[in-house]
Nanobody
């Protein structure tokens, strides 16, 4: 039973920072790739940043220079560091974890974490 859980969201002022976490369990789950998405009410879900199976990192234009991906393999956790936050960044943020488990690969979605940026 694979679980993917996001955390680290909250309320911050414009210009502030947050670090989101995407933790997968059990430890036998192996990440292949990860994508961070966000969705505001009434809006389409959009890709924020991703890292491919080959390690290539892609950032959406609206977060370049502000957001950074990283990971801690010992904790089986992916991170999204968000700096210089803007009110437009307010949304639910979701982790899509692609990985191997039980001899198969598939995508697993977390429940999301809310980020609210005040002006």
């Amino acid at each position: 039973q694979v679980r993917v859980v996001e955390s680290g969201g909250g309320l911050v002022q414009a210009g502030g920072s947050l670090r989101l976490s995407c933790a997968a369990s059990p430890s036998t789950f192996s990440f292949i790739a990860v994508g961070w998405y966000r969705q505001a009410p009434g809006q389409q879900r959009e890709l924020v940043a991703s890292i491919s199976s080959g390690g290539s990192i892609t950032y959406a234009d609206f977060v370049k220079g502000r957001f950074t991906l990283s990971r801690d393999n010992s904790k089986n956790t992916q991170y999204l560091q968000m700096n210089s936050l803007k009110p437009e960044d307010t949304a639910g943020y979701y982790c899509n974890a692609r990985g191997w488990y039980g001899g198969f690969w598939r995508d697993y979605w977390g429940q999301g974490t809310q980020v609210t940026v005040s002006s």
